[in-house]
Every structure is written in structure tokens, then in C-alpha cells.
Nanobody, 126 residues
Framework: QVQVVESGGGSVQAGGSLRLSCAVS????????VAWFRQTPGMERERVAV???????RFATSVQGRATFATDAAKNTLFLDMTSLKPEDTAMYYC????????????????????WGQGTEVTVSS
């Protein structure tokens, strides 16, 4: 059984930083597509960043240069480090994992991901 658990959200002031954690059980974060999406009320989930092992990482234009990945292989956990946070980063952040063979292009749409966490809320005040 695959389980995805996010943590690390919170309230910060603009310019601050957060580390979001995505702990996965039942699938390896290093051999599948692991993505972070965010969603605000009334809007569709948008992909913020995606990771496949150490050689495939993509970031949305909105967070490019402000987001990086880190991993804890022993805990099968992927971290999304975000800096220079802006009020427009305020959203519910979801981690998701989708099985894909090596060399695949990871999906961009939320509906193409199978396993989701419950989300962690990020609020950035100006």
C-alpha cells in the first residue's frame, strides 16, 4: 500500500523560507515521478515541481530560482525547499507519486497522478 504524507507548511512572512517534506512508503522516491502541486480555492491544482531521481527535476516558472529539492534516501523522503516566498505562494501544497519507468517524462496534469497526500498549507503574508 502506497502512502504519501506531507508536512512542513506554515505561516511565514514574505521573503521567508520553508521546507516541505514528502514522506513516501510503498514506492521509491528515486525511481518514480514525485511531484508537488499547489491549489488555491476555486483553482485547479498546478504542478510546482517534479523529481525523478537525481537527473530529472523541473520547476514551474513561478518558483524557478526559488525552489530546490533535497532527499533523505533512508527515510524515502523528498524535500522541497522554497526561499524568497511571496504572498502568491500561498496555497495548499500536495505531494504525489506516480509509477513511471526510467527515462519517462513525468506527467504535468494532476489527474495523471495516482497517489496523493493530504496536503500541507502554506500562508505567506506581506
Amino acid at each position: 500500500q502506497v502512502q504519501v504524507v506531507e508536512s512542513g507548511g506554515g505561516s511565514v512572512q514574505a521573503g521567508g523560507s520553508l521546507r516541505l517534506s514528502c514522506a513516501v512508503s510503498g514506492m521509491s522516491i528515486g525511481q518514480n515521478c514525485v511531484a508537488w502541486f499547489r491549489q488555491t480555492p476555486g483553482m485547479e491544482r498546478e504542478r510546482v515541481a517534479v523529481y525523478y531521481g537525481g537527473y530529472y527535476q523541473r520547476f514551474a516558472t513561478s518558483v524557478q530560482g526559488r525552489a530546490t529539492f533535497a532527499t533523505d534516501a533512508a527515510k524515502n523522503t523528498l524535500f522541497l525547499d522554497m526561499t524568497s516566498l511571496k504572498p502568491e505562494d500561498t496555497a495548499m501544497y500536495y505531494c504525489t507519486i506516480e509509477p513511471r519507468p526510467p527515462g519517462s517524462v513525468c506527467p504535468t496534469r494532476a489527474r495523471d497522478y495516482t497517489y496523493w497526500g493530504q496536503g500541507t498549507e502554506v500562508t505567506v503574508s506581506s
